[in-house]
C-alpha cells in the first residue's frame, strides 16, 4: 500500500485480490526459483522462513494485506477487496461485484463479466502468455509465470503440519 503508485492519481480506482498467506507463499517459492536475478536455489524450509520474515521483494504478507485493507477500510468508493479463493468459488459473483464497483453497467454487463471469467481463466491466460514468449526470461525448468493453476489450498502439499502449525503462530503475532 506505501508504494501503490495510483494514490497520486485522486480518484482511480483499485480491485486488490488477497490471497491464502499459505498458497501466497507456495506460489512465492516457485516464483522466486524461476526468475533470473532472484533464482533460489535453497530447500523450502528456509524459503519459508524468508517468506514469514518479510526478506522478498514484496516484504512481508501481514504487512502488505494490513496495509491494503486499512486503505480499503478507509477508501472503499476507491479499493474493492477480493480474495483469489472468491474469485475461484464464486467467479461471477466475484467479477460481477467488480464490475459494479467499477461502475460497468447496462445491457451488455452480463456478457462483459461472462468475457472476463473466460478471459481470465487458467489455460487462457497461460496460453496468451506463451503465445508472447512467456513472460519475462525464466531460468532453464523454471515453471514460468503460470504454473499449475491449481485450486486454492495447495499449500497443504508442501508444508509439514510443524510448518503450518509455525506459519499461523508467526502470523497470529504479526
Not at 86 to 105: C, K, M, S, T
Request: proline share 5%; glycine share 10%; hydrophobic share 45%.
Amino acid at each position: 500500500w506505501a508504494l501503490a503508485p495510483w494514490r497520486a492519481l485522486g480518484d482511480a480506482k483499485v480491485v486488490y485480490v488477497a490471497r491464502n498467506a499459505k498458497d501466497a507463499c507456495v506460489s512465492a517459492f516457485f516464483h522466486n526459483r524461476a526468475i533470473p536475478g532472484h533464482e533460489y536455489d535453497g530447500p523450502w524450509d528456509n524459503f519459508v522462513e524468508l517468506y514469514l520474515d518479510g526478506r522478498l521483494e514484496h516484504g512481508r504478507w501481514a504487512d502488505h494485506v494490513r496495509g491494503w485493507w486499512a486503505a480499503r477500510c478507509a477508501r472503499p468508493q476507491q479499493i474493492c477487496w477480493v480474495t483469489y479463493e472468491e474469485l475461484h468459488a464464486r467467479p461471477r459473483e466475484a467479477v460481477g461485484r467488480i464490475a459494479r464497483f467499477l461502475e460497468v453497467d447496462g445491457a451488455a454487463t452480463d456478457a462483459l463479466v461472462d468475457a472476463a471469467i473466460a478471459g481470465a481463466a487458467f489455460d487462457t491466460m497461460k496460453r496468451q502468455s506463451a503465445a508472447r514468449g512467456g513472460g519475462p526470461a525464466r531460468k532453464k525448468g523454471g515453471a514460468g509465470h503460470f504454473r499449475e493453476g491449481a485450486p486454492p489450498g495447495g499449500w497443504r502439499r508442501h508444508f509439514t503440519v510443524a510448518q503450518s502449525l509455525e506459519f499461523d503462530a508467526a502470523l497470529a503475532e504479526s
